[in-house]
């Protein structure tokens, strides 16, 4: 491990990188939010037993109690946002 001064800059690769535990996000780019009319990227996904719904992070926070009460399970990446 290589650790490098406060305030000293990295070149290239970005070797600091390398240093922060960061967790891994599931939902790309790629997966937006399927509220209507919304389409924003998608920061959760609940899982119902006829699938899964995507919801970007304003609708997620908005998403009643009751909608997860139903869920299976749901992923939250809204740290991420
Ligand atoms: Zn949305």
């Not at 290239?12 to 939902?27: D, K, N, T």
């Not at 990227?41 to 037993?49: I, K, T």
């Not at 909608?67 to 399970?73: A, D, N, Q, T």
Request: proline fraction near 4%; charge should be neutral; charged fraction near 25%.
């Amino acid at each position: 491990m290589r650790f490098l001064p406060i305030g000293s800059r990295t070149r290239g690769c970005g070797i600091m990188a390398r240093h922060v535990e960061q967790p891994r996000r599931i939902l790309n780019a790629t997966d937006r939010c399927d509220t209507r009319g919304c389409n924003a990227a998608a920061y959760a996904r609940v899982f119902f037993e006829a699938g899964a719904l995507d919801y970007c992070g304003h609708h997620f926070a908005e998403a009643p109690d009751s909608l997860l009460e139903k869920s299976m399970y749901h992923l939250d990446e809204t740290w991420a946002i």
